[in-house]
């Protein structure tokens, strides 16, 4: 055990040793490492953010939500217009939220206009004295105003938009009661329905296939769908031709850096052969010279590799302006799992190289000694 441990101290050693008489031999090996992953890093990068981006859009339309929208003459609750939905209330992996949009809109006393909506339902928000609600960003929750709509100027108290009515309203909405919209509304009006499938998002694309198939059973020419299903194609076309360059681009790397480094150690080798030789015949095990020159060729490869992986990243803001990248995509570019989604599997297909291209070594360490030392 003793020998075992003076044999790998006297080599690393030894490397530290030919660094310093060769630096040439480093810093090749550092050199050619750097522009090998520099080049993949920023066409790696290039895809994780793009990836990112996608899924953000997905998020922020709502890759787990199916809308149903659908037009009617006039507003009686009588109707049964909303059993297209009414089926899914049965489901506890659907979260259903509903609303009537009302033709025209609302002015506030803030100045602004708002979208009108109402339900059959009350308004979890209002309250006795405030029977309508203004869901707005824009001002702090719990403000008493007015909004006039529909010819009438009623009190009103501000919320902040929940989440399913940023789906379908990007600006304020004021809802109103129902009772109020059915006595002066005679146009026609709009159901809108958000249905929020719990778990994974490929549940939206089934929901809103089923959906699909009641609106054609039940001839349904005014009900219009609005599902995630084009957008999570789209995100799962650009995973897979991702995955396909993602591998070719570590497969080229590895075998760039295995074709290089065994042209290296070959002409490397032929200058140390006799001195490696010389350590065979003291009794050093051909398997341990040829260790050693595999962690010299690893040691300044993984260093350089994870260095300019880190540094790609970091100066991204900076490098990928410059080749025509939105600035502004960068920010879906989180460094640290980059690193882990990414650089591990970089510098794994690289590691790999290495070690393939000393295999030469390998072969010529077993060479005999006579024949080396004659």
Request: a negative charge.
């Amino acid at each position: 055990m003793r020998a075992l441990v003076h044999s790998f101290s006297f080599l690393l050693g030894d490397i530290l040793r030919r660094w310093l008489e060769n630096p040439l031999s480093f810093l090749a090996k550092t050199v050619i490492t750097v522009v090998l992953v520099a080049i993949a890093s920023i066409v790696l990068i290039s895809f994780y953010v793009s990836e990112n981006l996608l899924e953000a859009r997905v998020s922020e339309l709502g890759g787990d939500v199916v809308v149903v929208r659908e037009s009617f003459r006039v507003l009686d609750p009588s109707q049964r217009g909303y059993a297209i939905v009414d089926f899914v209330q049965k489901s506890s992996d659907v979260e259903l939220s509903s609303a009537i949009l009302v033709p025209g809109s609302a002015r506030t006393e803030f100045g602004t206009t708002a979208s009108i909506f109402t339900s059959r339902e009350p308004s979890p928000d209002s309250s006795p004295a405030q029977s309508a609600v203004l869901y707005s960003d824009s001002y702090a929750e719990g403000l008493v105003t007015s909004v006039e709509a529909l010819d009438v100027r009623i009190s009103a108290i501000t919320r902040a938009k929940p989440e399913w009515i940023r789906r379908v309203a990007s600006g304020d909405v004021v809802f109103l009661p129902y009772r109020l919209c059915r006595e002066r509304v005679s146009q026609a009006h709009e159901m809108i329905s958000v249905l929020k499938v719990r778990g994974d998002a490929s549940g939206a694309v089934e929901l809103a296939h089923t959906l699909q198939r009641v609106i054609e059973a039940e001839n349904r020419q005014t009900v219009r769908l609005f599902s995630p299903e084009d957008l999570l194609l789209e995100l799962d076309q650009l995973r897979a031709n991702q995955k396909l360059w993602r591998i070719a681009i570590a497969l080229g790397m590895g075998s760039a850096m295995a074709i290089i480094l065994s042209v290296l150690s070959l002409l490397e080798y032929k200058q140390w052969e006799f001195y490696a030789a010389l350590l065979r015949s003291f009794g050093m095990p051909s398997v341990f010279i040829y260790i050693r020159y595999v962690v010299e060729a690893l040691i300044p490869t993984l260093l350089a590799a994870a260095a300019t992986i880190w540094a790609v990243a970091a100066s991204a803001d900076a490098v990928f302006p410059s080749i025509g990248v939105d600035i502004a995509a960068l920010q879906y570019l989180a460094i640290l799992p980059f690193m882990i989604d990414e650089g591990f599997t970089l510098i794994a297909f690289l590691a790999t190289g290495v070690t393939l291209g000393s295999l030469p070594v390998a072969y010529l360490v077993r060479k005999p000694i006579g024949r080396v030392m004659a």
